[in-house]
């Protein structure tokens, strides 16, 4: 009988890390990494890479953003403060 690696193992709620927490080189990393997958539209108006990483810091110091680890992906992302609200206990 084969079962998934997915059905032994516990699924894990994502974990935040304070953005503090990190070098400068990383948080630079997961930022950069963050803002060239998200193709966000900025409007007409063009906004360098810079312009962005330091759009993102700011959301970061803010608490308008958190950076998560996700041990079952195991990734690194950046979320928007209300995707990290609880889930009910009955989902």
């Known amino acids: 009988m084969s079962l998934s690696r997915e059905s032994d193992e516990a ?10 927490e990190l070098s400068a080189d990383a948080l ?3 930022i950069e990494a963050f ?3 998200e193709g966000t539209d ?3 108006t063009h906004h360098s890479l810079e312009d962005k990483v330091q759009q993102v810091l700011r959301q970061l110091e803010r ?3 958190h950076i998560v ?3 079952n992906t195991e990734s690194v992302d950046i979320i928007v403060t209300h ?3 609880r889930r009910p206990a009955s989902e």
């Not at 699924?11 to 503090?20: D, K, M, N, S």
């Open 11 to 20: 699924r894990h709620e994502p974990l935040a890390i304070p953005y503090r």
């Open 42 to 44: 900025y409007g007409e």
């Open 63 to 65: 608490k308008e953003a």
């Open 35 to 37: 803002v060239l997958r």
């Open 28 to 30: 630079r990393g997961v």
């Open 69 to 71: 680890f996700d041990a």
């Open 83 to 85: 995707t990290l609200r």
